[in-house]
């Protein structure tokens, strides 16, 4: 579903990624795990088409990123929610609507914020949200259209407990429904039993990957380590 091959993006002199390489199959979850900085966010937003890369290429379902057709083929839900402040919350999910040609977008949407707790909040306007909210909305908008690959950029932060399971719910969901679905996160307890493969970033570059189970295995653990102890013996610094 999703091909990188020798991704580099820099920042003047600086390198966030540094010529990666990954190949993501269609009806995977898979987790980015790293720290702060690691080059997670630099990623997604590469692969979204944000950001430009200064070296690699990338194919979605056999096409390059940039052009129009692969556009359409997922939904970025970015780290900061971006909401248009003088539309309200079901003016949102029109918008994306008559943007991606959503059939049938109402009900869709009436769904979707009832699964999120959005249904007395659907007529207030972006800018009266609270900070968890406005990251409800912004995944209502990511799902709408849905398409094949789903890229979230941290997307727990600053949800409720709720919001947390019903999204977990919805990438499983997603997963048999055959869709793709990549995560980046340094939250490791919520991805734990989710993800089908983890990529572990570190300073641009990608150090483990693997399943979960096989990471554990790679550094001779006990099967009751958890993820975390896994990602802070990876990511240590030598
Ligand atoms: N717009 C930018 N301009 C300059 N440096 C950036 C920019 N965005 C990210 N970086 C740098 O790139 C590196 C990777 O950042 P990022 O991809 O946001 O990491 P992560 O999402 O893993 O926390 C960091 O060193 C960060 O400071
Ligand atoms: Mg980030």
Known sequence: MLIIKNLTKRFKKSIAV????????????????????????TTIKTIAGLLRANEGTIEIDGISNKSLKAKRLFSYIPELPELYDMLTVKEHLQFIAYAYDVKDWETKAQILFERYDLIDKQDKLANELSKGMKQKVSICCGLLPNPDLYLFDEPMIGLDPKAIRETKLIFQELKQQGKTVFISTHLLDTIENL???VLVMKTGNIIADGTVEELKTKLGEESSTSLEEIFLEVTKDE
């Open 195 to 197: 993800c089908d493969r």
């Open 18 to 41: 540094d010529n990666i390489s990954f190949v993501l199959k269609k009806g995977n979850i898979v987790g980015l795990l790293g720290p702060n900085g690691a080059g997670k966010s």
